[in-house]
């Protein structure tokens, strides 16, 4: 019985573990700013060199989510498959670099915004 109570605990305590909340993204206050400082120079149009090559306009949110000429840049809800995560995490053998390196808080926090569904709060 003593046994059966402490296997039941633990597997308690391993469940709520996996509970802890991650913070609320919002667009406006905590992605636009990252944007806004590192990748705008290249993808405002209409000379920016990025919004040139490839038809990508980060100068909204709602140009941002159209995507480039090519198709989206982000899959809500899904960082893993979203270009430009995987932009900004160096997981493309591409020459799409920002000029400026985004920080792995930076790199999280648009993680997180996509994954939460990549909203315009």
């Not at 709602?62 to 932009?87: A, F, K, W």
Request: glycine fraction near 8%.
């Amino acid at each position: 019985m003593t046994i059966q109570l402490y296997s039941l605990g633990g597997i308690l305590f391993l469940a709520l573990a996996g509970c802890v909340t991650q913070p609320r993204i919002s667009y406006q206050q905590d992605v636009a700013p990252i944007l806004e400082a590192k990748c705008l120079e290249c993808h405002l149009p209409p000379k920016g060199t990025g919004y040139l090559k490839s038809g990508l306009s980060m100068a909204s949110y709602e140009s941002l989510m159209q995507g480039t000429i090519y198709g989206p840049v982000i899959v809500p809800g899904d960082s893993r498959h979203s270009v430009l995560n995987m932009v900004v995490e160096d997981r493309l053998s591409t020459s799409m670099r920002p000029p400026q390196p985004l920080t792995a808080e930076e790199i999280a926090i648009l993680r997180l915004w996509v994954d939460q569904g990549a909203k315009n709060n």
